[in-house]
């Protein structure tokens, strides 16, 4: 019996994409951001990012996809320089359809001119390599999946509140079918009930695709649900990092056992 290479022809399947960060600092005029911060992000790897407000967890999401250049240290993708890749629109581009960013502030990311199908649109098709039906198609597809209301992306996004933009900046992300999807307090103003939905979303999509999730966040019990490795930040350093689970229920250092005091104190409130 002979075997056809159609047989044997594995299906084109998406890799994660490694990033290392390495002494990484970034300074804002005289204020200072992050400071020596080293990472990596493995191929496929769901990493965390936690740690109170201001402690350059969204300075570290900007640098990573490459929005915000670093002040000293470096960036490496698959082993390649971020920087000079960023030097080229080839590479601006082929960074663009790898690595995705839902940002923590979802005004700035839908153009307020245009309804949200075209802002879901326009990325399917440059970067997903859709056309035009097969765009309209994913659309479909994609707010389906995440539980959006289909009438919304005939909205502009002035017309959405902030948790339904929130959403809407997801699929935007992850209509590109991102091999690195980088949420920076993604589910923050969504309902308990529907943070489930998305979380669940999130995490099934880099099981099925092989794809990294960076996801900054301050909520613990999230954080704890989809990733499996944790990277503690303050004062924008790192202060521990390690298995998710590993570091939450034995914290080695003093302000990660803080967060996990701070957090359980709240539970014990709501529960109370
Ligand atoms: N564009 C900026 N200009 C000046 N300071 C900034 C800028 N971006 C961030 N910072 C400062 O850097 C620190 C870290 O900010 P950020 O990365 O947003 O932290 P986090 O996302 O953890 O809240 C904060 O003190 C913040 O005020
Ligand atoms: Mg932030």
Not at 38 to 59: N, Q
Request: proline share 4%.
């Amino acid at each position: 019996m002979t075997i056809t290479a159609d047989e044997v022809a594995v299906p084109a399947r998406r890799t994660g994409v490694r990033i290392e960060a390495r002494n990484v600092r970034r300074a804002y005029g005289r204020k200072t951001a992050v400071r020596d911060v080293s990472f990596v992000l493995g191929a496929g790897e769901r990493v965390g990012i936690v740690g109170e407000s201001g402690s350059g967890k969204s300075t570290m999401a900007k640098i990573v996809t490459g929005l915000e250049r670093p002040s000293d240290g470096t960036v490496t993708v698959d082993g390649q320089d971020l920087a000079s890749l960023m030097a080229t629109r080839a590479g601006q581009l082929e960074y663009r359809r790898r690595v995705q960013l839902v940002a923590q502030d979802t005004t700035s990311t839908f153009d307020p001119r245009h309804r949200i199908r075209e802002s879901l649109r326009v990325p399917a098709q440059i970067l997903g390599g859709h056309d035009r039906a097969g765009a309209d198609q994913a659309v479909g597809q994609i707010t389906a999946e995440l539980g959006i209301d289909p009438s919304w992306v005939d909205r502009y996004p002035g017309e959405l509140s902030g948790g339904q933009r929130q959403r809407m900046s997801i699929a935007r992300a992850l209509i590109v079918r991102p091999d690195l999807l980088v949420c920076d307090e993604a589910v923050s103003a969504l309902d308990v009930s529907v943070q489930g939905v998305v979380l669940n979303l999130l995490k099934r999509y880099s099981e099925d695709h092989g794809a990294g999730l960076m996801f900054v966040s301050h909520g613990l019990p999230a954080t704890a649900f989809v990733t499996r490795e944790l990277v503690v930040m303050n004062g924008g350093e790192v202060v521990e990092s390690g298995r998710t689970l590993e570091v939450l229920e034995h914290p080695k250092h003093p302000y990660t056992q803080k967060l996990v005091d701070a957090h359980q104190a709240v539970e014990e409130d709501a529960a109370s």
